[in-house]
């Protein structure tokens, strides 16, 4: 009997000490990744454009933003990781790949049905790629410095230097190591200036130009 009460307690020692080491491997990943994005330049966003920490004004010719997908089923299957936001929405902007903990950059849509992807606005290719956890990506500059990348796609249907239009199909969604939990996916990225943004913020501007 005491041999059973010893191992019953042996048991639940081990359980509680790997309970309290995942509970502490979280917070250091959550402190490490507050203190990356606390290093980083802050946006402000308005109806008119962005502002950065300089106070400069990032103004481009008067247009309308699209999101960078069509169909009626695409959703949010992981969102962007806001510094500002709370610890419940921050955890849900966590991809834990490869046993590694890592806050989402960009926004990730998902559907149970391959879409199309467009680009948001007009601009250049200036990247066409692969990578084996990202799968295939796209990158297009816009005025201004702005940069718009789209990951995990297929049936790439542009090439580099070529100019696309806002809302043009340049690819389809598709599967990425990444993003295993999702049927099919789009990574979406946006950086202005090479600085990394929150394209949900992005797209609900109308950026117009001074003239």
């Not at 806050?103 to 066409?128: E, R």
Request: no cysteine.
């Amino acid at each position: 009997m005491k041999t059973k009460k010893a191992s019953v307690r042996l048991i639940l020692f081990i359980y509680g000490f790997a309970v309290i080491s995942v509970i502490g491997l979280l917070m250091i990943s959550f402190i490490s990744i507050n203190n990356y994005y606390k290093d980083k330049t802050d946006f402000e966003y308005s109806i008119n454009g962005i502002i950065n920490s300089k106070r400069e004004k990032m103004v481009m010719q008067s247009t309308d933003i699209v999101k960078p997908y069509v169909g009626d089923n695409v959703y949010v299957g992981r969102d962007y990781y806001e510094i500002s936001d709370s610890s419940d929405n921050q955890e849900k902007s966590i991809i834990f790949f490869e046993n590694t903990y890592i806050p989402n950059t960009g926004v990730d849509y998902a559907s149970d049905k391959v879409f199309d992807v467009v680009s948001v606005l007009p601009g250049k290719v200036i990247f066409i790629g692969s990578d084996e956890s990202l799968g295939n990506i796209i990158k297009i500059m816009h005025e201004n410095e702005i940069v718009s990348v789209y990951e995990g796609v297929d049936d790439i249907a542009v090439k580099v230097d070529e100019e696309v239009s806002s809302g043009q199909k340049i690819a389809k969604s598709s599967v990425s190591s990444i993003n295993r939990e999702f049927p099919s996916s789009l990574h979406f990225e946006v950086f202005v200036n090479n600085e990394n943004i929150n394209p949900s913020k992005f797209y609900d501007l109308m950026v117009k130009s001074n003239n």
